[in-house]
């Protein structure tokens, strides 16, 4: 990237810790109506982490209700968010944690990490 | 004040406003441009301003150019470009930049040279539809097809769209909105994408669509 483009990136949100993959996480997001703002919080496991500036971002994945899963993509320097709060990290062997769209009830369990 | 800028194209990004709204923006640097010549009605028959960008060492331009920029002590600039203007009020040697050409939410026209495809098939060329990938089809999935009629009218007509060099074309896209003025870097940030490669040259106009 040329270095024009990175002086241009925004601030990275200071609200938003160190994610990782398999990190299960509470987004909480502004969101406004008509002139109302108000929190919505949107909580699952943290499947896939993009780094590059302005454009990273990463993907939750949360089961709803009758095993319908839901991913939502976050931009990581949005100002939308309010705060992310980790609550527990998963072990997991790679980056990108796509089989989790193939798992449902108790196989989309992640073993915990302490560190 | 005249409505028109050289610029090189940096790079696609991301901004968000006040609001947290991500816009896709390209940056482009834009300026400082020195007028180089005005043209006039009664010279030469139409009001244009001509704008000189990217100064440059000396030795990289020819006697004849140099000439042109030594009337009023402009520095060696390597791009010179028309820009049609009828009540700009300005002189030889006048600079101008991001602030005094645009303001910020302002629409503008953006012009550039497109990326060279090579010799592209009608498919991308054109956007033709292809063939059926299954039901019997071998070879021809990206053919053109026939090209006309039988033996009325015995040719193909002229302009029969077919595979051929695309690309590297003057392409204009219209009505794009200004996001991000910096004055000190001679920065534009215009909203949505602008052809041409990175680091190619961009000529930024007011836009028609008014």
Known sequence: ?115 | MLKGLIGKKIGMTQIFDEQGVAYPVTIIEAGPCYVTQVRTTEKEGYSAVQLGFAEVHPKRLTGGQLGHLKVKEIPALRYLREFRAKEHGLNVGDKVTVDTAFTLGERVDVMGVSKGKGFAGVIKRHHFNGMNATHGTSDRERAPGSNGSGTTPGRVYKGARRAGHMGVDRVTTQNLKIVMLDVERNLLGINGAVPGPKGGLILIKESRKQ
Not at chain 1, 12 to 34: A, C, F, R, W, Y
Request: some cysteine.
């Open chain 1, 1 to 115: 990237m040329s270095n024009i483009l990175k002086a241009l990136e925004a601030k990275p949100n200071e609200k938003i810790p160190q994610l990782s993959s398999g990190d299960t996480v509470s987004v909480h997001v502004k969101i406004k109506e008509g002139d109302r703002e108000r929190i919505q919080e949107f909580k699952g496991i943290v499947i896939r982490l993009r780094k590059g500036g302005n454009d990273s971002c990463f993907t939750v994945r949360r089961m709803a209700s009758n095993g319908v899963g839901v991913e939502r993509t976050f931009l990581l320097r949005s100002p939308r968010i309010d705060k992310v709060v980790v609550e527990r990290h998963g072990k997991v062997r790679r980056a990108q944690l796509y089989f989790m769209r193939e798992r449902t009830g108790k196989s989309a369990r992640l073993k915990q990490k302490f560190d």
